[in-house]
């Protein structure tokens, strides 16, 4: 099983950009489908983003689309989340998996989680 840490939350404003790392240990990242979900406060967890390997084909939730990009470095064994034009409703905690079950807010590993806080 792969262990995975993510890092690169924190508190922002409204518009502004942070970038998560996700990265890997104990295995490669070598798929099928890594991916980025979250947690609102009193809220379930919900879907974010993911990306299929190898191909690099990404999707997302519509809540995000056109405003963060899920990418991988191979090299880096390393998972990404650039998100842009941050608004107050995506403050949540932010976490990364592996082994993702398309569909489902199911993975065969998760991160620990990472805090996003975006103040309006």
Not at 33 to 45: E, M, S
Not at 104 to 114: E, R, Y
Request: glycine share 12%; proline share 5%; charged share 15%.
């Amino acid at each position: 099983q792969v262990q995975l840490v993510e890092s690169g939350g924190g508190l922002v404003q409204a518009g502004g950009s942070l970038t998560l790392s996700c990265t890997a240990s104990g295995r490669t990242f070598s798929g099928p489908v890594l991916g980025w979900f979250r947690q609102p406060p009193g809220k379930d967890r919900e879907f974010v983003a993911h990306i299929q390997l190898p191909s690099g084909v990404p999707f997302y939730s519509d809540s995000v689309k056109g405003r963060f990009t899920i990418s991988t470095d191979k090299a880096k064994n390393t998972l990404y989340l650039q998100m842009n034009s941050l608004k107050p409703e995506d403050t949540a905690v932010y976490y990364c998996a592996a082994d993702v079950v398309l569909g489902q807010v199911v993975a065969g590993s998760w991160g620990q989680g990472t805090q996003v806080t975006v103040s309006s």
